[in-house]
């Protein structure tokens, strides 16, 4: 009894005095009641929008150009296209770790944030998804890649990292999608059950495909959604292993290392995280949602992410370790020469205080609770897993076997356009998911509610003897 | 016996509405043992033991799945062999033309594909979605069910209905209200 007793009420998964239509309203009204919202909502989408402007004309002045533009150079071919795929690409998997890991591993807490973590997910492999396709140069020849009985009589080359990681991306993103999609399902007939709206109503009727809660439905939604679970566990665990085969498939020094499948994969997991938290902290805020994504969310998802973090950094000791050990020539002088000291120096320092030092903060609960520090954290992880992928790309192509390889890559402003034009993509998809579709999982929170009844009565009664 | 569609009227079955999903499941337990065999217990989200409790069982998406899956993974790997070895060989560094550990990301991302795709569309099609007409929404109060009810129907095609028992059952058990629904 006495560790129920310590535990305060903000520490529930759900809190407040809430019933199965309280937990409805509070998602709905975002949806039904369109003047919820306000100036902070039309800023973000017109900055949004203005951002998916420049993504626009920057794709439209590479395609007439070409790849020129980009500040891709001859040792570094691949400059900001691959470090955003890789980051973009990154930031999706919390989504999928939440909805499938979590699941499988009966983690109820995952219930409130795994939609919109889904969503971001979606949102952000697009993102990733335009770069690949892109940096072809001539994408309007990106189905090459898809094997498709041609005149040429050629088939794709199923040996090369690049078309693993076709297929990766592509099962990817569609998986994600449908599994998004049917979790939506469910939710989108409450919504045509309480919107009062003709159109609402009968764009909610037409996705909801009539819905209508039978026994007989759930058994099967049940059994398709655990096996999506188990599906995409180790899809997501491999989509991020077989990018980093892109590299270290490779004998480029850096790169070429056993290590990266499983330090990429905590990598992507540890900036997805980060970025749900940099969107879960002030959609709880501004929204009212603080008695769904509970203080109890924010505390597991911190702890979530600093052991990522402690396992990327062990990658990062690994890296120095075995670049020593290996007793390979350039694989130690690109330690010392481009790592530790050189022209990209501050970017690897930088690197180590924003991935390494900085989420150590999240040790401490008062940290964990304080809203504005872990924001400033989040933040500092997306920058310090940008700049990852920083290192591993221009700083080892940059210093390899030849001399004539010693030569700098600088972005274009054509680079930072676009890769500013792919925030603005993904803040627009965002703004409008937060205000068409439902942020949680309103069926599932239910479900939730309903299997914590009784221990909410204890706690709120250790409460009240207080 | 079939409903005739032609005639848009006549009783379609026998609907309670409960409050809390434990009394439902009570009375889905209750009409059971009464002999009770095509009803449906209708709730706002998934609740466990309800389908025993209506002695429902059903593993035709799981099988789907894995049907699917050893398809997807079938298709996946042919594909590869033959490009790499029957239609397209290439010699690389002497490397086997059939190479096992290469082709393995490709034949387990289409697994994935395969598998995931028809669990979704087998969940749709076992379930007969989308419908949008069923007579389960001329219940009176039906819009609470994906809200914050919870309702049994038995159907009159029962060949066991009988509007008073299931009424008493229902009552029993909880039922806020009980009341015939219509085609």
Redesign the interface.
Known sequence: MAKVQERKLNDLLITGDQTYSSIDSSVDRLILNQKLHGKGWNMLFAIGIMLTGLLGLSIFWLLYQGIGIWGNNVPSAWGFDIINFVWWIGIGHAGTLISAILLLMRQQWRNSINRFAEAMTIFAVMCAGLYPILHTGRPWNAYWLFPYPNILAMWPQFRSPLMWDVAAVSTYFSVSAVFWFVGLIPDFATLRDKSTNKYGKVIFATLAMGWRGSNQHWHRYEQMYLLLAGLSTPLVLSVHSIVSFDFAISIVPGWNVTVFPPYFVAGAVFAGFAMVMTWGIPLRKWYNLKHLITDRHIDWMCKITLATGLIVFYGYLLEIFYSWYSGNFYEFKLLMKTRFTGPYAPMYWLLIFCNGIAPQVFWSQKARRNETLIMVVCFLISVGMWLERFVIIPMSLTNNYLPSSDKMYYPSFWDVAMFAGTMGLFITLMMLFIRFLPVINIFEVKDLFYKMGGKKEIVEEVGASK | MAHDWSDPSGLWGLVGEFEK?EDLMKAAEAAKHKGFRKM????????HG??EA?G?R?????WT?FIFGILGVTCGYS??YY??VI??P?N?GG?PLN?VP??I??A???T??C???S??I???V??K??????P??NTKNF??????RFFLAVEAEDPAYDAKVIEKVMKENGAVEVSECDY
């Not at chain 2, 059903?58 to 799981?62: A, E, L, Q, Y």
């Not at chain 2, 819009?143 to 914050?148: K, L, P």
């Open positions: 999903p449906d217990a209708y709730s706002p989200f998934p609740i309800l389908s209506i429902f059903d593993n035709r998406v799981p799945v594909l590869e490009t790499a239609d397209y290439m690389i490397r190479s290469a082709f990301p490709v387990y991302e289409a994935i594909l598998a995931a795709f669990a979704a087998g969940m749709f076992y379930n979605l989308p419908k949008p007409y069923h389960i929404f819009e609470r069910c994906t809200q914050d």
